[in-house]
């Protein structure tokens, strides 16, 4: 009888380590801005406010598309284009503690709200929806 295989010629998976994870923070450069989220408008593409004031319609970059997932409110840098000032490309997505240290290091202003996304877009909470009951109607009585 064949002896029980023990999974001889398996290539070994190196585990991610937590303090290999720690990247170094990266600034802005010449052609670079700061921003914020403001809208999620689909295919790799979204509303930001930078911080210089111009709100630039930005695509996520081909490395970072489908591996970093961004959403409202987080903070971004954005790779301004040459010859199209309202549109831009994200480059790096900070998390909220780099966002902080950015913001103790005075790189972002301090009027920039870091954990909270609603950025002051339409109230969720009233859609402008009525029902019979919350307009004084009895339902009942139909």
Known sequence: MPKNKLGGNKAKRAKASTENNKKELEFKEDGQEYGQITRMLGNGRCDVQCVDGVKRLCHIRGKMRKKVWCNQGDIVLVSLRDFQDEKGDI????????????????????????????????????????????????????
């Open 91 to 142: 480059i790096v997505k900070y998390t909220a503690e780099e966002a902080r240290s950015l913001k103790n290091l005075n790189e972002l202003p301090e009027n920039v709200k870091i954990n909270e996304t609603d950025l002051g877009g339409e109230d969720s909470s009233d859609d402008g929806v009525e029902f019979d009951e919350a307009a004084g109607v009895d339902v009942d009585n139909i």
